[in-house]
């Protein structure tokens, strides 16, 4: 049976369909991920899965139950890592765990001495004492993830858990959820960083309007759509133009965007090649990656 399972899943605000009839399912033990430019529905979703919202039409199950009927049920075994800061910073670090731990009725002895593993798990034993306003944003991002796990949740739900932090925190937090997700723990991660979707994600959905544009495996998505390899030429008119006439007669499939051209190639040592001929500006030849793929759906202009 799936972790989470959706069918037929809409949620309307004001007239405004914000998740449009999505279906999918979440194995036990899955990180998957929900990708998607701003307004896409991604936080939506996620939103109705913990039960803070309901839903407006299909089925959704959560942990084996009707989220609609069940909602309090289920977020005893769920743990959840909003976008938002709301730790008490009336309290110190320790005191936030065990005065969180309260809500699933575990008992102070337990509570505490969960809360004392989860700091070291956390890399936050030296911090046990201090109040919230003295931490660093990456240590309160860590803080946020070991309250979520204070309950011993048989899925964690983390909504944009690096969000504006510095990469060696980024890093490890990385590096405790791979961790969590080889002791089987269920994870659903929403994200805006590519390279954190690639590390973590067993699957993903990328969503736009409401929709899922595409699901799978990331490493086989970029293969299918996007392939190996990525060309990119930064070029003024003229020569962009004579490079766009020379992709276009080589059937090379391309996208112009402003002064760069994207060239997704089958035989990236030929085409390279027969562009430095015709070009002097600047080339990088890479692997093509999750951006590409996510760009290319969900475009490239921006979204505020």
């Known amino acids: 049976m799936p972790i989470v399972e959706a069918i037929g899943l809409k949620r309307t605000f004001s007239g405004l369909q914000a998740?449009?009839?999505?279906?999918?399912?979440?194995?036990?033990?899955?990180?998957?991920?929900f990708l998607g430019p701003n307004g896409a529905g991604k936080t939506t979703t996620v939103r109705m899965i913990q039960g803070m919202i309901p839903h407006s039409g299909g089925k959704l199950h959560v942990l084996?139950?009707?989220?609609?009927?069940y909602a309090g049920v289920v977020k005893e075994r769920i743990?959840?890592?909003?976008?938002d800061d709301n730790l008490d910073r009336d309290l110190t670090v320790i005191q936030n765990l065990v005065t969180y731990a309260r809500y699933f009725n575990i008992p102070r002895h337990d509570a505490i001495a969960r809360a004392r593993e989860l700091l070291a798990f956390l890399q936050l034993e030296e911090k046990t004492n201090?109040?919230?306003?003295?931490?660093?944003?990456?240590?309160?991002?860590?803080?946020?993830?070991?309250?979520?796990?204070?309950?011993?949740p048989r899925l964690l739900i983390l909504d944009e858990p690096t969000t504006g932090l510095d990469p060696q925190a980024r890093l490890l937090i990385w590096q405790r959820l791979s961790s969590l997700k080889k002791d089987g723990l269920t994870i659903i991660l929403t994200t805006h960083?590519?390279?954190?979707?690639?590390?973590?994600?067993?699957?993903?959905?990328?969503?736009?309007?409401?929709?899922?544009?595409?699901?799978?495996?990331?490493?086989?998505?970029?293969?299918?759509e996007i392939g190996k390899d990525v060309i990119e030429v930064t070029?003024?008119?003229?020569?962009?133009?004579?490079?766009?006439?020379?992709?276009?007669?080589?059937?090379?499939?391309h996208e112009q965007h402003g002064e760069t051209v994207y060239v997704y190639p089958e035989n990236a040592s030929d085409i390279l090649s027969r562009i430095m001929d015709q070009s002097h500006n600047k080339i990088l030849h890479r692997h093509?990656?999750?951006?590409?793929?996510?760009?290319?759906?969900a475009g490239r202009s921006l979204r505020e």
């Open 19 to 33: 998740v449009n009839g999505i279906d999918f399912a979440i194995a036990s033990g899955e990180c998957y991920g």
């Open 64 to 69: 084996g139950r009707d989220i609609g009927k």
């Open 79 to 83: 743990g959840i890592v909003s976008q």
């Open 130 to 152: 201090v109040k919230i306003p003295a931490l660093s944003g990456g240590m309160q991002r860590r803080l946020a993830i070991a309250r979520a796990l204070i309950n011993q």
């Open 193 to 224: 960083y590519m390279e954190e979707a690639e590390r973590l994600t067993d699957r993903i959905a990328i969503m736009d309007h409401g929709t899922i544009l595409m699901e799978g495996v990331p490493a086989e998505l970029i293969k299918n």
């Open 235 to 253: 070029a003024e008119t003229g020569d962009m133009e004579k490079i766009v006439y020379l992709l276009n007669q080589l059937e090379t499939h």
């Open 288 to 297: 093509a990656t999750l951006e590409d793929l996510f760009l290319r759906l």
